[in-house]
């Protein structure tokens, strides 16, 4: 690991505390804030290598916690895991079985960036966009959603798209990001499991509105 991240005290707490990376900041500071997993929710983790959000996922909650990731995610006692692609198909249906019903669904998938911002953005929106798919087809209604994105000029499309689905819509970007990031993260409520009324639904940001 290079001296950039030998300097980044969040980085150094995470190891100290038993994390595999500075995102279980991230998670934690979402749920203090929105409260978006209960102690028995079951939960989905796209893009979750290498598996710290699985960590904090497993304190918050008793019941089951599955991680998809193309890449090898590393054993944690009581998680599922999954080599594959989440925007495929068939891997929704290998990971149906495992879960009586799906209460919260969470991505913090992010593409391998180019340093190209504009190119960067728009597959980071795709991601986004294919985890809000996939939550459609699991979530119960009732249920949570939170996705990684990048502020840019394309950043409400996928915001919209969040908000035709769920009753309750907000941004947030965390005070563990690291500095300069423009990672923000969609947290959403109250699955509804169609479209509702897009003129009247709650859109915003953790500047400007209170709590969900």
Do not use: C
């Amino acid at each position: 690991m290079g001296s950039q991240w030998g300097r980044d005290k969040v980085y150094v707490r995470a190891l100290k505390e038993g994390y595999r990376s500075r995102a279980a900041y991230k998670l934690r500071e979402i749920q203090e804030r929105y409260n978006i997993i209960r102690e028995t929710d079951n939960i989905v983790d796209l893009g979750a290598s290498p598996g710290s959000w699985l960590q904090v996922e497993r304190e918050l909650t008793a019941g089951i916690v599955v991680g998809i990731d193309l890449s090898y995610i590393p054993p944690i006692e009581n998680v599922f895991t999954f080599i594959g692609d989440f925007m495929d198909p068939h891997t929704l249906e290998e990971v149906r079985p495992l879960l009586p019903s799906t209460s919260v669904v969470v991505s913090d998938a992010s593409p391998k960036l180019s340093g190209q911002r504009t190119y960067d953005q728009a597959r980071a929106i795709n991601l986004g966009e294919n985890a809000l798919i996939f939550a459609e087809k699991i979530l119960k209604p009732g249920g949570n959603f939170v996705v990684k994105s990048f502020q840019g000029q394309d950043f409400n499309t996928l915001l919209y798209q969040v908000r035709d689905h769920f009753l309750s819509v907000r941004t947030f970007h965390p005070k563990s990001s690291r500095k300069g990031s423009t990672e923000i993260y969609i947290v959403a409520k109250n699955f509804t499991g169609r479209e509702w009324n897009s003129g009247t639904g709650n859109i915003g940001t953790n500047e400007t509105e209170g709590p969900i």
